[in-house]
């Protein structure tokens, strides 16, 4: 035996543990036939990031499930790794760069890569290493990059068979531009933040008529580009307008009025300006009508001007321009203009020209970069897309079907109205950190070719004039292929074959749209198979305001300054208590130090029970004909808690499952048990005292098996501390119910003897009654048997001198106190030690809420609305309840009524 220390320190525990976990091996996995397989795949974090609270609410709900099911004799496999994460990781090393006075340009691609890999070797650990502290029992022997030569495989496979099944496709489409970091970004990218601005009321002249049509704007600047001014077909105010034009202000450019269900009736004039090539609404309205695309800014923010119009010119002339490239303005005196500084200028010539009606101030949510927070511009760019009409219908079907179930279930009305809603897919990004897109271009025939070596030749025309395009893929298509390319694909390994499809995926409800949708599609598409079966959704870690955690707010907690304090158990268990699937949950030092004590208390109760074992001391359950009242309560209860805590893990609810297994440990083990069994450690019979031990060890076993996959650096620490035990908790069976534990009677019996002595402990505080002073005590039960059995509880936890059982009191009850439980009723001479009319004030207290309770169930049941409708055994519960409180009630009374 292992002896353990006055203190509990996680500081120097788990490092130890985490050690010793990894040298032996135990999170490794193998595909094993005589074993079921279960698998989780980490959503891979990004390699530049580190440890913040959704990371560890993530990873510590994974690990509780993987601990479980490999010790309920899965092949379990938790795969781990990591992603690029192209836009963040480039960013990092262009800062580092810049430091040094180095660009992108002065280094070239390959020189640049070569650094972007040195960075991701030095610091792409980093997270890594954090989810280890977090005590994730990952294998991390298979431990996967986005970007290596696996994962980089089934990218170039699922490119190239889309792109020749005509699922991907290269052309001009609406895409989210950040103009600093000079790239497209993704949805989930960009974040939306409440800013001050305007509507500017704009006017413009109908050509036909002569009238001014009056619209709003919050980008006058774009206004150069308006290609159409939409009415709707039913709004009367403007019927004499279909088939008219407008005369665009500024530009002197005719544009016609369209009708289209994007211009709302309700909703300001009724007028919208529609610039097809930076609105997406826009452009949606510009392809129904067939509108002209007019691009008025550059990638980099700025209004377009005369040599950028001369370029398009160049393009369009050489025949290399798509039938959908849009057209370039040369902005005149606004070309070069950043689009604020554009914005002022074009606003004082329209107010000079009497185009400015009036400036209405307002507060809109602005679209930024989600990395430098620059303002979004929705820009008509050549990029590369998936069709997502043909991938989302079967993705659809496979969850309509309940192939795939989402936990909570309301969140597959999310799923499916992401899905139906889907537009063609971005995948292109203007980075050089990433999945280069593997298509090269002829520069003597313009032909396209995709393909996943280089080409030596253009297949038209034999130049070999060819080059590569310089994107890269959106991060997204690669971990879209996670579940499987990190198990082999699209070979077809041993690890394919046995742990796909994958069982669990732990997310945040977030990332449902952007992530989720595109793994099951992806699986579908590639393997046909589901990559999961189940989606199980978590949600935010708030502060304990309720607020969320964020850098302007100044209320983040690091999880890792957290498991220096207060130890990795301790966070974990604070993550999952009162957790629900789906919900928030807020966390507090209330709650951090509340976990903290419960680790202490388990320390502190197990050096207890080894300080009381003998050297010679043989774990194992004792006969049951050696068991007694207080030993089958236990191990019945610590039986029933097995099933409990089994059935709410299957059922992913991980903090009901937690609360039980705390709740055993803490009230019904520390606080009862032990002290219950210190009456026979200490007593004379030697028999009597090694079955309390052998209890008590074999209980706390049990119970740590439970907490285990909760708490599991404490555990194994532990574990190893204790008698009979074997090479580490994480490996062995986890417990379950069988009927030779199930002593429900015992049970029942000992809960009646506890429910009493609870109360007469209540009634003896309540009325200021020192410990030391002891009295007899007369019991009125109709449970005669279990009260006799339990006399030496009695004696020793309800401060009785002798006990008295019996069915029906009928003595003398003056100066008597009374004890009322559902199953009894106990007559105390106590009145000599307490003051009257406390008590009486006490009795009144209680019969207060005994009428209220019999109020509130007479009202349930009269009511014919409940008694019809709900579930029968529902309705019997209620009426036992009244009648247990009408009993009650009228014990009560008796008492009051005994105080004279």
């Not at 400015?356 to 050549?382: F, Q, W």
């Not at 309540?766 to 048997?785: F, L, N, Q, W």
């Not at 709900?870 to 209620?878: K, L, N, S, T």
Request: proline share 5%; charged share 25%.
């Amino acid at each position: 035996m292992k002896e353990l220390e006055k203190l509990y320190d996680p500081a120097r525990v788990e490092d130890d543990v985490y050690a010793f976990w990894l040298n032996g091996g135990y999170f490794h996995t193998k595909a094993d036939p005589d074993k079921k397989p279960y698998t989780i795949v980490m959503p891979p974090p990004n390699v530049t990031g580190q440890l913040h609270m959704g990371h560890a609410m993530n990873g510590t709900w994974q690990d509780i499930l993987i601990r479980f099911k490999r010790m309920q004799g899965y092949a379990a496999l938790w795969l781990p790794g990591t992603d690029h994460a192209s836009i963040a990781t480039e960013a990092k090393v262009v800062a580092q760069m810049k430091e040094e006075g180095l660009t992108k340009d002065m280094l070239g691609r390959d020189g640049f890569l070569e650094r972007a890999w040195a960075w991701k070797n030095q610091y792409g650990n980093r997270i890594v290493s954090q989810f280890k502290k977090l005590g994730c029992s990952c294998d991390w022997e298979r431990e996967r990059f986005t970007m290596d030569e696996g994962c980089s495989e089934a990218v170039l496979e699922v490119f190239v068979n889309l792109y020749n099944k005509g699922l991907i496709y290269r052309g001009n489409r609406m895409v989210n531009w950040c103009p600093h970091c000079n790239t497209s970004i993704s949805d989930a990218e960009v974040e939306y933040e409440e800013k001050a601005g305007h509507f500017w009321h704009l006017l413009y002249p109908v050509k036909e008529t002569g009238e001014m049509l009056e619209l709003a704007t919050t980008r006058p600047e774009t206004m150069l580009g308006d290609t159409a001014v939409a009415i709707n077909t039913e709004d009367p105010r403007y019927a004499h307008l279909h088939g008219c034009h407008v005369v665009l202000p500024l530009v002197d450019r005719e544009i016609p009025i369209v009708c289209d269900e994007h211009a709302d009736m309700e909703k300001g004039t009724g007028v919208v300006k529609i610039t097809p090539a930076h609105d997406p609404n826009d452009f949606e309205v510009g392809q129904r009508h067939g509108l002209p695309m007019v691009r008025v800014l550059t990638y980099e923010g700025r209004m377009t001007g005369a040599a950028d119009r001369a370029a398009w010119e160049e393009l369009k002339t050489s025949g290399r321009a798509s039938a959908d490239e849009p057209e370039v303005l040369d902005c005149g005196k606004y070309a070069g203009m950043t689009a604020a500084e554009a914005r002022k200028a074009i606003l004082a010539d329209l107010e000079a020209g009497g185009y400015l009606k009036a400036t209405e101030d307002i507060s809109h949510e602005v679209g930024t970069c989600y990395r430098c927070h620059t303002v979004i511009e929705p820009m008509i760019s050549k990029q590369w897309f998936v069709k997502m009409e043909p991938l989302a219908g079967p993705a659809i079907e496979s969850v309509e079907k309940g192939e795939i179930k989402f936990v909570p279930e309301r969140f597959t009305k999310n799923y499916i109205n992401w899905m139906k809603g889907s537009r063609d897919w971005c995948i292109s990004r203007q980075l050089w950190w990433g999945h280069r897109i593997p298509a090269w271009y002829c520069a003597d025939c313009g032909e396209t070719i995709v393909a996943k070596t280089a080409p030596a030749t253009c297949p038209h025309c034999g130049s070999a004039a060819l080059e590569q395009d310089p994107d890269t893929l959106d991060t997204w298509f690669s971990s879209a292929l996670w579940p499987f390319s990190t198990l082999g694909w699209p070979k077809q390994t041993e690890d394919l074959a046995y742990f796909y499809p994958t069982n669990t995926l732990v997310t945040a409800y977030d990332i449902i749209g952007f992530w989720v949708s595109r793994m099951i599609f992806s699986g579908l598409a590639y393997t046909g198979k589901a990559p999961f079966d189940t989606v199980l959704i978590h949600g935010l870690v708030r502060d304990a305001q309720g607020r969320k955690m964020s850098k302007s707010l100044g209320n983040g907690i690091d999880p890792l300054e957290v498991i220096r304090d207060y130890g990795a158990d301790a966070l974990r268990l604070t993550l999952v208590l009162g957790g629900t699937p789906g919900n928030d949950t807020r966390f507090s030092d209330e709650k951090i130090k509340a976990s903290r004590n419960f680790a202490n208390k388990l320390w502190n109760a197990t050096r207890f029970v080894m300080m009381n074992l003998p050297a010679d001391f043989e774990a194992g359950l004792p006969a049951a004909d050696k068991l007694d009242l207080s030993d089958k309560w236990v191990l019945s209860r610590l039986n029933h808690l097995a099933k409990a805590a089994t059935e709410n893990l299957e059922k992913f609810e991980l903090g009901l499952a937690a609360q039980k297994i705390q709740d055993f440990i803490w009230e019904v083990y520390c606080d009862w048990y032990i002290e219950i069994a210190k009456v026979r450690l200490n007593g004379s019979d030697p028999v009597e005292a090694d079955t309390a031990r052998k209890v008590l060890v074999y209980v706390l076993t049990q119970a740590l098996k439970l907490l285990h996959p909760f708490m599991p650096f404490i555990t194994e620490e532990i574990y190893h501390a204790l008698p009979g035990t074997g090479e580490s908790i994480m490996i062995e069976q986890w417990p379950v119910f069988t009927d030779a534990l199930d002593y429900a009677a015992d049970e029942a019996d000992f809960e009646k003897l506890m429910d009493y002595i609870k109360a007469v402990r209540n009634l003896r505080a309540e009325m200021g009654v020192h410990p030391a002073k002891r009295s007899s005590m007369v019991i009125e039960t109709a449970d005669t048997a279990a009260f006799r059995r339990g006399g030496e509880y009695l004696a020793k936890f309800a401060f009785a001198t002798d006990v008295t059982v019996t069915e029906h009191y009928d003595g003398p009850t003056d100066g008597m106190v009374q004890a009322i439980t559902h199953s009894a009723r106990g007559f105390i001479p106590m009145l000599e030690l307490i003051d009257r009319d406390k008590e009486l004030a006490r009795l009144n207290k209680e019969k207060a809420g005994a009428e209220k309770e019999i109020a509130m169930f007479t009202r349930q049941l009269d009511n014919p609305g409940f008694v019809n409708k709900a579930p029968a055994q529902v309705v019997e519960d209620i009426r036992a309840k009244l009648a247990r409180a009408q009993d009650k009630l009228a014990r009560i009374d008796e008492s009051i009524a005994a105080l004279g």
